[in-house]
Structure formats: C-alpha cells, structure tokens
Nanobody, 122 residues
C-alpha cells in the first residue's frame, strides 16, 4: 500500500520558518519524482518544488525560489521542504506527491498525501 504522510505544519508568525516532512512508503522511490504543492482556500493546487528521488536538479516555482529548500533523506524515505521568511500569503495546505516524472502539473502525480496545514499570522 502506497502512503505519503506529511507533517510539520502549524501556526507560525510571519518571518519564522518551518520544515515540512513527507514520509513515503510502498513505492520504489528510485523510479519516481517527488513534488510539493500547496492549495490556499478557494484556489487551485499549485506547484512548489520537485525533484527526482534519484537526484539531479530540484525545480522550484518562481514564487518560492530563495525561500524554500527541498531535500531528502534516502535512508528514511522522507522528503522535506524548508520554508524560510514565512509570509501570510503562503498560508495553504501543503501536499507531497509522487509521480513518474518531474512536473509542475498536479495531474502528473498519481500518489498524494493528505496534506498539512501551514498558517502564517501577520
């Protein structure tokens, strides 16, 4: 059974930092790309960052470059996104997803976690 479980969200003040985690099981991750997306209330799910599990370039959306950092722990089958200099506009549910290729399109990912809420207060 494939599972992606996000954690690390919460309520934080603007200017703070968070590290979100996504623990993946049930997949041969070397064959997959893993991505982070977010969805604000009333808006579409949008791309944040993604990379192939086996390594290579990490792709970021222009809106998060310089403030978000994607990383992975192969031994733990876990990916992370570090979010720095938090602003209220990044308030959203953050999802991790796995798919056969790196893409900014949610439809390219077949496996999703349940999401973790990030709320930034001003």
């Amino acid at each position: 059974q494939v599972q992606l479980v996000e954690s690390g969200g919460g309520l934080v003040q603007a200017g703070g930092s968070l590290r979100l985690s996504c623990a993946v099981s049930g997949l041969t991750l070397s064959r997959y790309a893993v991505g982070w997306f977010r969805q604000a209330p009333g808006k579409e799910r949008v791309f944040v960052a993604a990379s192939r599990w086996s390594g290579g370039i990490t792709y970021y959306s222009d809106s998060v470059k310089g403030r978000f950092a994607f990383s992975r722990d192969n031994a733990k089958n876990t990916v992370y996104v570090q979010i720095n200099s938090l602003k209220p506009e990044v308030t959203a549910v953050y999802y991790c997803a796995a798919g056969p290729r790196v893409s900014g399109m949610p439809s390219e990912y077949g496996f999703w976690g349940q999401g973790t809420q990030v709320t930034v207060s001003s």
